[in-house]
């Protein structure tokens, strides 16, 4: 999977995009934000407070329980604040 | 005629409004919405705002939001224009136009693509003080509120 993270979220994990397989056991977007909770300090606070935290899947808007695939293009971020 | 840009380089409403009515006569009226740096933020003055987005999401975005607002309100053309990267207080961020046969369609089509380009389009604004600190700007429940007054989207 490439993942893309912007703005504080971007800040929080320290990098921009980065590629991983799929972690295994891993089927949604729910699943994988808590996934991400568990990788270290900065993506602790990236993604500690989950309801601040939106998604896109291949540049569409996700929801929790959108199911994900290894190809997918994933992106978290806050929410957005752009006009 | 739908035009989207994400640019980082300052747009011309006279130039853009031109270009979207030229050579047409079957136009009854052009509305605009343009989005400008204020220069506080809750009180403080900020000496500069950076603008973040998502490239290739951003432009699908806006253009599925362009699709939108032209099948509801039957526009006969519009231009989205979104700058990003360092824009200064009294800088213009954000250009809607829209042309319709009449004008009540161009004036909601108008509004109805602000309000959803606020909700809907991934752009995230930071914020530098003056003091030289820095802050992501908080999404609004009221943006979200002015967004559903349009009812779902698609």
Same mark, same amino acid.
């Given at each position: 999977?490439?993942?893309?993270?912007?703005?504080?979220?971007?800040?929080?994990?320290?990098? $921009?995009?980065?590629? &991983?397989?799929?972690? #295994?056991?891993?089927? @949604?977007? %729910?699943?994988?934000?808590?996934?991400? /909770?568990?990788?270290?300090?900065?993506?602790?606070?990236?993604? $500690?407070?989950?309801? &601040?935290?939106?998604? #896109?899947?291949?540049? @569409?808007? %996700?929801?929790?329980?959108?199911?994900? /695939?290894?190809?997918?293009?994933?992106?978290?971020?806050?929410?957005?604040?752009?006009? | 005629?739908?035009?989207?840009?994400?640019?980082?380089?300052?747009?011309?409403?006279?130039?853009?409004?031109?270009?979207?009515?030229?050579?047409?006569?079957?136009?009854?009226?052009?509305?605009?919405?343009?989005?400008?740096?204020?220069?506080?933020?809750?009180?403080?003055?900020?000496?500069?705002?950076?603008?973040?987005?998502?490239?290739?999401?951003?432009?699908?975005?806006?253009?599925?939001?362009?699709?939108?607002?032209?099948?509801?309100?039957?526009?006969?053309?519009?231009?989205?224009?979104?700058?990003?990267?360092?824009?200064?207080?009294?800088?213009?961020?954000?250009?809607?136009?829209?042309?319709?046969?009449?004008?009540?369609?161009?004036?909601?089509?108008?509004?109805?693509?602000?309000?959803?380009?606020?909700?809907?389009?991934?752009?995230?604004?930071?914020?530098?003080?003056?003091?030289?600190?820095?802050?992501?700007?908080?999404?609004?429940?009221?943006?979200?509120?002015?967004?559903?007054?349009?009812?779902?989207?698609?």
């Amino acid at each position: 999977m490439r993942i893309l993270y912007f703005a504080w979220l971007r800040e929080r994990v320290g990098t $921009g995009e980065e590629d &991983l397989p799929l972690p #295994a056991g891993i089927t @949604d977007v %729910a699943g994988l934000i808590v996934w991400m /909770q568990e990788r270290g300090p900065g993506f602790a606070a990236a993604f $500690g407070q989950a309801r &601040l935290v939106r998604c #896109a899947v291949n540049q @569409d808007f %996700a929801t929790p329980d959108t199911k994900l /695939q290894d190809s997918d293009e994933v992106a978290f971020f806050p929410p957005v604040t752009g006009g | 005629m739908t035009l989207i840009r994400v640019q980082a380089a300052e747009f011309d409403i006279s130039a853009e409004s031109k270009a979207l009515t030229q050579e047409r006569t079957d136009l009854g009226g052009l509305a605009s919405f343009v989005g400008v740096v204020r220069g506080t933020a809750s009180g403080r003055p900020i000496s500069s705002m950076t603008l973040e987005h998502y490239p290739g999401m951003t432009e699908r975005s806006l253009a599925a939001i362009a699709d939108a607002a032209c099948a509801r309100f039957a526009l006969q053309g519009c231009t989205l224009i979104h700058r990003v990267g360092q824009l200064l207080p009294g800088d213009q961020i954000v250009l809607v136009l829209t042309a319709a046969p009449h004008r009540q369609a161009a004036l909601d089509g108008c509004a109805f693509l602000i309000d959803w380009l606020k909700t809907r389009a991934p752009f995230w604004k930071k914020e530098t003080f003056t003091d030289g600190s820095e802050a992501w700007v908080d999404a609004r429940e009221s943006d979200d509120d002015a967004a559903a007054r349009w009812g779902q989207f698609g």
